[in-house]
Nanobody, 115 residues
Framework: QVQLVESGGGLVQPGGSLRLSCAAS????????MGWYRQAPGKQRELVAT???????NYADAVKGRFTISRDNAKRTVYLQMNNLKPEDTAVYYC?????????WGQGTQVTVSS
């Protein structure tokens, strides 16, 4: 059974940085696209960034130039480096991955940007 576990969330001041990690466990044959999504209170879940198996990346306009997504297949992990964080980045961040042709979601990690 495949599981995705996020880590790295927390409380940070505006302008600060955080690095999220999402590690996959279980019996895995192949990886496809991986990505990060977020959901703020009272809002729908939205795409933050994605990365393909060829390491082609895509970012939401709101995070371009501030966030960087990367992956390490050997470690079964996808990362999200978040710099120059803003209060509007506050949300629960979810990892999403296509593994063995099925879509899997992590449980989410809270990111709070506040002074």
């Amino acid at each position: 059974q495949v599981q995705l576990v996020e880590s790295g969330g927390g409380l940070v001041q505006p302008g600060g940085s955080l690095r999220l990690s999402c590690a996959a466990s279980g019996s895995i044959f192949s990886y496809g696209d991986m990505g990060w999504y977020r959901q703020a209170p009272g809002k729908q879940r939205e795409l933050v960034a994605t990365i393909t198996s060829y390491r082609s990346t895509n970012y939401a306009d709101a995070v371009k130039g501030r966030f960087t997504i990367s992956r390490d297949n050997a470690k079964r992990t996808v990362y999200l480096q978040m710099n120059n964080l803003k209060p509007e980045d506050t949300a629960v961040y979810y990892c999403r991955a296509t593994i063995d042709l099925s879509v899997h979601w992590g449980q989410g990690t809270q990111v709070t940007v506040s002074s």
